[in-house]
């Protein structure tokens, strides 16, 4: 399928009635604010941040196209991680918890989609440890 036509798919979706839209630098949610929804991006990029004890931005990530964030808020129900703010004019599919867990029930590749990039990051997050305590390989 050519990138033109999953274009029109997606607009022809029953996702469309999810999507939402938000301006360049218009923030999405907030650090340590509770979750009630994961996102998808539909187009436009996403920064997700956090500020260190001086206040600066510390950059987490930046989730572009095709990509999704703020799952862990649905699974584990804790606050918010990170801020989310938009980088460009952006538009967003959000899922909610219900629409969350029915693909959970009904679509396991979308199961493993969201594990797998967990996994990743915390294979990320473990070698970053190891390095910033000097005892990289034994994690």
């Given at each position: 399928m050519v990138y033109q036509e999953r274009e029109t798919v997606m607009n022809e979706t029953?996702?469309?009635?999810?999507?939402?839209d938000y301006r360049k630098s218009e923030v999405i949610f907030e650090e340590k604010s509770i979750g009630n929804e994961m996102y998808i991006?539909?187009?436009g990029k996403v920064r997700l941040f956090t500020r260190d004890e001086t206040g600066q931005m510390v950059t987490?990530?930046?989730v572009e196209k095709g990509s999704f964030f703020g799952e862990?808020?649905?699974?584990?129900?804790?606050p918010r991680s990170a801020t989310a703010?938009?980088?460009?004019?952006?538009?967003?599919?959000?899922?909610?918890?219900a629409k969350f867990l029915y693909l959970v029930q009904q679509q396991p590749a979308f199961v493993?989609?969201?594990?797998h990039v967990l996994c990743k990051e915390i294979r990320?997050?473990?070698?970053l440890l190891a390095r910033l305590s000097g005892k990289e390989g034994r994690v």
């Open positions: 029953p996702f469309e009635k999810f999507r939402k991006v539909h187009s987490a990530a930046v862990m808020a649905l699974i584990d129900y804790s703010v938009a980088e460009d004019d952006t538009s967003l599919i959000a899922l909610d918890r493993f989609t969201i594990m990320e997050a473990n070698q």
